[in-house]
């Protein structure tokens, strides 16, 4: 019987091609999925410290604290306003003040 080697040669190197480029594609897909979650992880983890921040001056002084700039200087919070935009609202100094984290 008669086969035919470029034929089988062409076949296998069409399957291992179509293989590579699944398997980049679910790599890539696996990537963007691992770099939104932990972007919504640090923003959590940001509004968390912000939220803790702003308890804890009212904890203390019995006030919340005007802005966020207050925070940083006086309670030394550290916010990456490099990758997110911290937005911190106070209407009254009884009241706690509304924060929001976003991605830049």
């Known amino acids: 019987m008669y086969t035919d080697v470029k034929k089988t040669r062409w076949r296998a190197i069409a399957a291992v091609l179509a293989a590579a480029t699944l398997l980049a594609g679910l790599v890539f897909l696996l990537g963007h999925y691992a770099d939104r979650d932990l972007g919504e992880e640090s923003a959590a983890a940001i509004y968390e410290a912000v939220r803790r921040s702003a308890l804890q001056c009212y904890a203390v002084e019995g006030v919340y604290p005007p802005d966020l700039a207050y ?9 990456n306003t490099g990758d997110f935009h911290v937005t911190y609202e106070a209407f009254a100094s009884n009241l706690p003040p509304i924060i929001r984290v976003t991605d830049r």
């Open 71 to 79: 925070l940083e200087e006086n309670y030394g919070l550290q916010v």
